[in-house]
């Protein structure tokens, strides 16, 4: 029990308390807000911080206090919208914890022990143990879609983008969504999305190796019956371009919509500036809507 508490307290030493100050006219204000609040977690020197990208996106500064109470301030460094990941670096880090110790998701089997930890308040930390329940591909409404993500049979105790981490305290994941339809359980980002493009994140704040793809800036929830818009990003291609909400997708250039997860990686093998003709289903007729993909790392960077 004493070595669990150490192992505890180690964590949540390293578990930061993220607050974000976001610009009023930035285009993700009208789905965010511009009060942002989340968790982050060391995993630098120097005072590198990952966090999940939406407690941060359009950030002008960062601030963030750890479990003795002390303050810092910086900025994002790196941003993978593809991912949902984002680092920060502060200006003055004297006083951050070390790193957490690194590891990866791949090592994960379902049924093994994780722990999940997270800020809720300035310098308040709670933790939630759990097991792995899923490393399937999770796709998201907001044209987002992991590979490989992992599921955990616990609700993420405070704010989004606190560590996952092995009984041994290491890092294998970002908790970043609670999965309501589920039940208890949160969906965390796997660490390797940081950890194994970490120089090139660092370098270019973004992973130029990863080939742009194509943006609507809609959000959409699939049906037995269809796939459905749910919403649109103010000013995005899709809103700009005669999309609606409640258009039932069809296909897209041709192809029949079958599952979002499809639609999404039908839409990425476009690339911005790319034609992209949806057809949908609108008040009970088939309608064509051509929409020029955008760059979701143009439109919010």
Known sequence: ???????LHGIASKTLSISAEIRPDHPSVPVLGTDRQGSGVVVGAGGLVLTVNYVVT????????DTDGNTFSGGVVAQDFASGLAVIAFDDPVGLAEPA???????????????????????????????????????AY????????????CVNPGLGGGPLVTPDGRLVGLCS?????????????????????????????????REKRAWVGMFCHSFPDGTVVAGLIPGGPGETHGLHVGDVLV????????SRSQLYQ????????????????????????TVVGGDVEDFFG
Do not use: C, Q
């Not at 879609?145 to 049979?153: Q, Y």
């Open 142 to 153: 907001w044209e987002y879609r992991l590979d490989r993500a992992i599921s955990v049979t």
């Open 266 to 289: 039908e839409l990425w093998s476009r690339k911005p500036g790319d034609d992209v003709k949806l057809s949908v289903s609108r008040d009970g007729a088939l309608e064509t809507v």
């Open 1 to 7: 029990m004493d070595g669990h508490l150490e192992l």
């Open 251 to 258: 296909d897209i250039d041709g192809e029949p919509v079958v």
């Open 58 to 65: 359009g950030a002008e500064k960062v601030n963030a206090t």
């Open 177 to 209: 969504l609670n999965l309501g339809v589920l039940g208890r359980a949160t969906m965390a980002i796997p660490v390797e999305n940081y950890f194994d493009y970490e120089d090139e994140l660092l370098e270019h704040g973004r992973r130029i190796s």
């Open 101 to 139: 110790r690194r590891g990866t998701s791949k090592r994960l089997s379902l049924g093994v022990d994780v722990i999940a930890l997270a800020a809720l308040g300035d310098s308040e930390r709670r933790v939630a143990w759990g097991v792995v329940s899923s490393l399937e591909p999770l796709d």
